[in-house]
């Protein structure tokens, strides 16, 4: 008797609890769709590794069930997914007011409990005015023949072997020029190697959270810990032996902690670093790799990009002078060609905010505190918009509007946190494409899959070899 009362009500409460959790507490109607089990909701669909470049099937699947805003669960908490370039645009336009970034607690356990989530408000303008002195207009015109010789020591080095594996010589590339512009961090000359530290993040970050030894996010976790000791080191020799010039990120940092009343700690300044590092060098080399992997598949694709380089060299006057600011400014074919691959390659896709109050959009209601997530990959891979969507064809941004982020393009997001390096990253990857299609000839020579779990990843990397025209 006892037995059978206690099992109703463990059946009970078990049926209460599922109930609650599929049907959430909502002050009018919320987006459909289906909130999984409690606590693990719909996150190892959402994590499953898929080859296509095409929308990822979770979100395929239930655009087609709930139509284009529809709500899930990953990680333990409620999130209304957009595909509404309408919705999408309202998020990124409201950020700070209805809205705030927000990120999975993967990434704020990796990036710190200070950052991501919380850069807003005074760390955040902080951080962004940073970058913006650092990589802005004004250096980037002086960096450009720092990072044209970078890419030719390189791919001199490269020209020599039989095969280089694209997606950690370019990581180490980047990372290495921006470790340097960031940091002065020099990595010939330093014991230890920052880099290694970084490895498996983008896997680790839009990863399930299970710490245990072996996963990608345990992997992330240990890495970012090497990482922040290194910092720390970096920062703490800087304090004990100042510079007047050359200002980096250590000398903003130890200028702006000397001030009265300031809000940022040491603690604070390192997750921030830390970020900025990973944001910076991952991204880009992705885009490289996935942008050599785009000219191997499309031959009339690297003619044209070869014919617009060549052209340059040839209106040089004085051939041995370097890239001038003007030369890179009339690469037109190369930018609709960054803009295709950046498109195409999906490399961040997902953006997260919160709901900061209970809003309403097209009759739904999204609860306050829920989480938000913006899906790039719906918005660049949508037919209406740009026709035949799997196709690489960089042509397609010929006759496109000319402002910065729009509403059918964003991957480097929208609204204020419009990515502050983007234009650091265009040139980085206009330059290197320069160098590599005037004096070089590639071909494959293995690898080049790719998975997305659902970040864009090159499990077996990208061969090439490399050889002088
Ligand atoms: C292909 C390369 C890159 C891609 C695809 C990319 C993408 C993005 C995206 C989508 C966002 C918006 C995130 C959000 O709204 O929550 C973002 C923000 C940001 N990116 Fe990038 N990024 C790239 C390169 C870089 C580089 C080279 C840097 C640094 C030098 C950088 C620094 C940042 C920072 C600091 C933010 C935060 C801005 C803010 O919150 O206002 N990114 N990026
Ligand atoms: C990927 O998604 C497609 C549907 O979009 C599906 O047919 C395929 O089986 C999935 N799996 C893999 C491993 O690519
Ligand atoms: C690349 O895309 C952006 C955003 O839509 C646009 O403003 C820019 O003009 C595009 N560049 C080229 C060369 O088409």
């Known amino acids: 008797m006892w037995v059978l009362l206690m099992g109703a009500i463990v059946v009970l409460s078990f049926t209460h609890c599922l109930y609650r959790w599929r049907n959430p507490k909502c002050n009018g109607k919320l987006p459909p769709g289906s909130m999984g089990f409690p606590l693990l909701g719909e996150t190892l669909q959402f994590f499953a590794p898929n080859t296509s470049s095409d929308v990822p099937p979770f979100i395929r699947n239930r655009v087609d069930r709930?139509?284009?805003?529809?709500?899930?669960?990953?990680?333990?908490?409620?999130?209304?997914?957009?595909?509404?370039?309408?919705?999408?645009?309202?998020?990124?336009?409201?950020?700070g007011y209805l809205f705030q970034s927000w990120y999975p607690s993967t990434f704020t356990e990796i990036f710190g409990r200070q950052n991501v989530g919380s850069l807003h408000g005074f760390m955040y303008k902080f951080l962004k005015n940073m970058v913006l002195h650092l990589v802005g207009p004004e250096n980037l015109r002086k960096m450009i023949s720092e990072v044209e010789a970078v890419?030719?020591?390189?791919?001199?080095q490269w020209s020599c072997l039989e095969s280089v594996e694209l997606k950690d010589e370019t990581a180490s590339m980047i990372f290495d020029l921006t470790a340097k512009k960031l940091i002065s961090y020099d990595s010939e000359n330093s014991g230890e190697n920052l880099r290694e530290n970084f490895v498996a993040?983008?896997?680790?970050?839009?990863?399930?959270?299970?710490?245990?030894?072996?996963?990608?996010?345990?992997?992330c976790l240990q890495g970012r810990k090497r990482a922040m000791r290194m910092l720390k080191n970096m920062l703490q020799e800087r304090r004990a032996n100042p510079r007047k010039e050359h200002m980096d990120f250590f000398d903003f940092v130890l200028e702006e902690l000397a001030k009265d009343g300031t809000l940022l700690t040491e603690e604070i300044a390192l997750d921030?670093?830390?970020?900025?590092?990973?944001?910076?060098?991952?991204t880009t080399s992705i885009a490289i790799t996935a942008a050599i992997k785009f000219l191997l598949n499309n031959p009339h694709v690297l003619e044209e990009l070869t014919c617009e380089h060549e052209g340059i060299l040839k209106a040089r006057e004085n051939p041995d002078c370097g890239l001038t600011w003007g030369e890179y400014k009339s690469m037109?074919?190369?930018?609709?060609f960054i803009n295709e691959t950046v498109r195409l390659a999906n490399i961040v896709p997902g953006i997260f905010r919160k709901a900061l109050r209970d809003i309403q959009f097209k009759g739904y209601t999204i609860p306050a505190g829920w989480s938000v997530m913006v899906c790039p990959p719906a918005v660049h891979l949508n037919p209406e918009k740009y026709v035949d969507p799997l196709a690489f064809n960089p042509w397609r941004w010929e006759k496109c509007e000319l402002n910065g982020a729009s509403k059918h393009f964003m991957a480097f997001g929208g609204g204020m946190r419009f990515c502050v390096g983007t234009d650091f990253t265009k040139l980085q990857m206009a330059v290197f494409l320069h160098c590599l299609v005037t004096k070089y000839r590639f071909k494959a020579i293995k690898g080049g899959n790719i998975v997305r779990t659902p970040g864009l990843q090159f499990p077996d990397g990208l061969h090439v070899q490399i050889v002088e025209k």
């Open 272 to 282: 921030l670093m830390f970020v900025l590092l990973f944001s910076s060098f991952e």
């Open 201 to 219: 993040f983008i896997q680790g970050l839009i990863s399930f959270p299970l710490n245990v030894f072996g996963t990608a996010y345990n992997k």
């Open 66 to 95: 709930y139509g284009p805003i529809f709500r899930t669960s990953l990680v333990g908490r409620p999130l209304i997914v957009s595909t509404d370039p309408d919705f999408n645009h309202f998020i990124f336009q409201q950020e």
């Open 151 to 156: 890419a030719t020591t390189r791919l001199r």
């Open 332 to 336: 037109t074919f190369t930018f609709q």
